[in-house]
């Protein structure tokens, strides 16, 4: 059973279009909650990560928004550009840990 | 440069003809993982390393062994392959977590006839 689940799984949008993510946990002993941008043949890279003492975090155009009453949090894509397309994972573990769980991911489009 | 290699990329086989998927990272990396990717079930943890000798299950260790002898290597052995575990696998390395930066390798396709 998938310990985060992620949504949707496949969004499309226009040039300038804000693609929203969202992921949603049980195990309320996570404290790291990565997201991996993964392109066509290539292995996942780290975007952006946030631990749950923030409620939100920006890295250019990328911003995490994190709910810990609700065990959620989000990705949002400020701006989106054709070169953003890409499959985004949402990503999870506790402090320190060796294990990570992962979202299903979402495949974003961004069209031109 | 930096990098993870995994070798080979690309692998057909058939069931029960064993086979290992090679991984190996120059960045001096205590911790080391592999993943298996499918389409709906995003990526799953087979094994990870913490360091030389140590190595524990992920969620899906079944049908999988590692070793890990050197710091820079992690091999992943399938003894007896089968057709479910046609899978697209990565190797990753990070300083000591997961909770640090992971460096993921390109990624090797397995199908399994």
């Known amino acids: 059973q998938q310990q985060v689940k992620q949504s949707p799984q496949s969004l499309i949008v226009q040039k300038g279009g804000i693609p929203i993510i969202n992921c949603a946990y049980e195990?309320?002993?996570?404290?790291?909650f990565p997201w991996y941008q993964q392109f066509p043949g290539k292995g996942p890279a780290l975007l952006i990560a946030?631990?749950?003492?923030?409620s939100e975090k920006k890295e250019g155009r990328f911003t995490i928004s994190f709910n810990k009453s609700a065990k959620q949090f989000s990705l949002h894509i400020m701006d989106s550009q054709p070169g953003d397309s890409a499959t985004y994972f949402c990503?999870?573990?506790?402090?320190?840990?060796?294990?990570?769980?992962f979202g299903a991911g979402t495949t974003v489009t961004v069209r031109a | 440069e930096a990098q993870v290699t995994q070798n080979p990329r690309y692998l057909i086989t058939v069931t029960g003809k064993k086979l290992t998927v090679t991984c190996s990272q120059n960045?001096?990396?205590?911790?080391m993982s592999w993943y298996r990717q499918d389409p709906g079930l995003g990526l799953r943890q087979i094994y990870y390393?913490?360091?030389?000798?140590?190595?524990d299950k992920g969620d899906v260790p079944e049908g999988y062994k590692v070793s890990r002898k050197e710091k820079r290597n992690f091999p992943l052995i399938l003894e007896s392959p089968s057709p479910n575990q046609t899978s697209l696998y990565f190797c990753?390395?990070?300083?000591?977590?997961?909770?640090?930066?992971?460096?993921f390798g390109p990624g090797t396709r397995l199908t399994v006839l």
């Open positions: 990503a999870a573990s506790m402090h320190r840990d060796y294990k990570l769980s």
């Open positions: 390393s913490m360091n030389v000798e140590v190595t």
């Open positions: 990753a390395s990070s300083l000591r977590d997961v909770t640090d930066t992971q460096y």
């Open positions: 946030i631990r749950p003492d923030v």
């Open positions: 960045m001096n990396h205590e911790y």
């Open positions: 195990n309320t002993a996570f404290d790291y």
